[in-house]
């Protein structure tokens, strides 16, 4: 039914985004007041906000070092190029590293994350690395076309460990692409019109793409990729039109990274049962675990590679030569 096209010359797809948009900013203006005025009106202004030395400096060298020297379960998952490993912030982690639990229950962070994601929601949490230019496919990374997550907010959030360059796979984001004006919702309707057969795969599944000429068309600058120091927050509201930026040469990128999304459509901004202390931290590996049993219905990309820091490296990787790091020194 969503994908009818007759319904949706009728409207649906775009009545269905401009309800979601309405109700995320009624849910949001709930959320407001628990949040730091400037990174509210960074937030609203951008639909990302960049929190420069977010955990203080005395705290962050022990904090990264505790990171990068933990060893963990560990997936990852091969996209073109590239290549991302994720290993979920679980009970056993956080009692390794008291500092990221003392990170993540900050009250200002949660608060930030909350409006974000438009819901009293605890996010799921990784430590992700990716190294791009790794294993010789001449297919690019997909990540690096611009796109919008689906057609309703949704929260992701990165901290960097280490200082990222504007040539080196940066997050990359169009400023005020998150709004719902007029022109983005007259795209989204042409855009619901278009046969699936004929448009890339991730567009057809529900994550548009877009290219130069649609940010013309909606009125929107250019993507800005965000150069950041290590210990840098970027927290973004994953309607707006993203990217990962591209890399003049092998890199290697680590984070704590932050993913929530929930139905849009449910009007009120708490009762997520799984968000409870003592079962929202074991989410990720429930997660995997049923992706795992129901491979053959859903498929799973990620796969187990063992035990693993975050800056092992990679299997199936074919050009690690040349890593931009091999160590926490270098971080």
């Not at 990784?126 to 190294?131: D, M």
Request: glycine letters at 6%; one cysteine or more.
């Amino acid at each position: 039914m969503i994908g009818s096209r007759r319904l949706n010359q009728r409207g649906l797809h775009r009545a269905r985004v401009r309800i979601a948009g309405a109700l995320a900013s009624w849910r949001r203006a709930r959320l407001a007041k628990y949040v730091r005025a400037d990174w509210r009106e960074t937030f609203d202004r951008d639909g990302f906000v960049a929190i420069e030395g977010i955990v203080p400096e005395a705290e962050f060298a022990g904090l990264r070092e505790a990171i990068l020297g933990y060893e963990g379960e560990a997936r990852e998952m091969i996209q073109g190029d590239a290549i991302t490993r994720r290993m979920a912030v679980d009970p056993a982690m956080l009692e390794a590293i008291p500092a990221l639990r003392t990170l993540l229950r900050r009250q200002d962070v949660r608060a930030l994350f909350h409006y974000a994601a438009s819901f009293r929601i605890e996010p799921l949490h990784y430590i992700q690395t990716i190294v791009t230019h790794a294993n010789g496919v001449p297919d690019g990374d997909p990540q690096e076309a611009l796109h919008a997550d689906a057609f309703h907010s949704s929260l992701k959030a990165w901290l960097f460990l280490n200082p990222v360059a504007a040539d080196e796979a940066p997050f990359t984001y169009v400023p005020g692409s998150h709004r719902l004006t007029p022109q983005r919702l007259d795209w989204e309707y042409r855009r619901s019109l278009a046969d699936p057969r004929t448009i890339d795969r991730l567009s057809a599944r529900g994550s548009p793409r877009a290219r130069p000429t649609d940010l013309v068309e909606m009125e929107l600058p250019g993507a800005a990729a965000l150069a950041v120091s290590a210990n840098t927050l970027v927290v973004a509201d994953m309607i707006g039109f993203h990217a990962r930026g591209g890399s003049v040469k092998p890199v290697e990128r680590v984070e704590v990274w932050s993913y929530a999304r929930r139905n849009p459509f449910l009007p009120w901004i708490s009762g997520d049962l799984l968000s409870v202390p003592g079962l929202a931290e074991r989410r990720v590996g429930w997660l995997w675990a049923a992706r795992d049993a129901l491979e053959r219905v859903v498929g799973q990309p990620w796969r187990r590679v063992g035990l693993r820091t975050p800056n092992s490296q990679p299997q199936n990787c074919a050009a690690m030569r040349d890593r931009r790091i091999s160590s926490p020194q270098k971080l």
